[in-house]
C-alpha cells in the first residue's frame, strides 16, 4: 500500500480543487484528490486532500499527517490551526505576506489568542 505525499489545502470554495492532481496524472503520476465540507455555506473555507504517488494509491481516508499544507485563503489561518498533524520537515505554503517567523509564532500559538 502506497500513500505517496501527501498535502491539505485550505480554500475558498469557489477554487476547483484537483488540478494539482490533474497535473501529477498528466505527469504519469496516481493521485487523488477530494473536498472536505463543513458546515455547507457560501464563502466558506474548504478543506481539501491530495495524494500523490508513483504507483497505485490504495488508501481512501482524509489526510491527518500531511507532508505539505496550502493556505490559499490567509483569513483561515485566525480561526484553523493549519498546521495541525503537518509531518516533521512539512511544509507550509501560505497566499500571506506574514514572514516565516511570524507564520511560525501564529500557528502555535492558541487560536483564542490570535489576532485576526
Known amino acids: 500500500m502506497s500513500g505517496g505525499s501527501t498535502l491539505r489545502r485550505f480554500q475558498p470554495e469557489r477554487d476547483r480543487p484537483g488540478l494539482h492532481a490533474l ?5 504519469g503520476k496516481s493521485a487523488q484528490a477530494f ?3 463543513g458546515p455547507e455555506r457560501r464563502g466558506a473555507p474548504v478543506m481539501a486532500f491530495t495524494r500523490v504517488a508513483d504507483e ?3 488508501i481512501r481516508t ?3 499527517e500531511p507532508d505539505v499544507v496550502v493556505v490559499l485563503d490567509p ?7 493549519v ?14 505576506s506574514i ?9 502555535t500559538s492558541d487560536s483564542s489568542t490570535r489576532a485576526g
Open 62 to 64: 482524509g489526510i491527518t
Open 83 to 96: 498546521t495541525s498533524g503537518l509531518k516533521e520537515g512539512g511544509i507550509v505554503v501560505a497566499n500571506t
Open 75 to 81: 483569513t483561515v489561518m485566525g480561526a484553523v490551526n
Open 56 to 58: 497505485y494509491i490504495y
Open 35 to 37: 473536498p472536505s465540507f
Open 23 to 27: 497535473a501529477a496524472i498528466d505527469e
Open 99 to 107: 514572514g516565516k517567523e511570524e507564520l511560525t509564532a501564529w500557528s
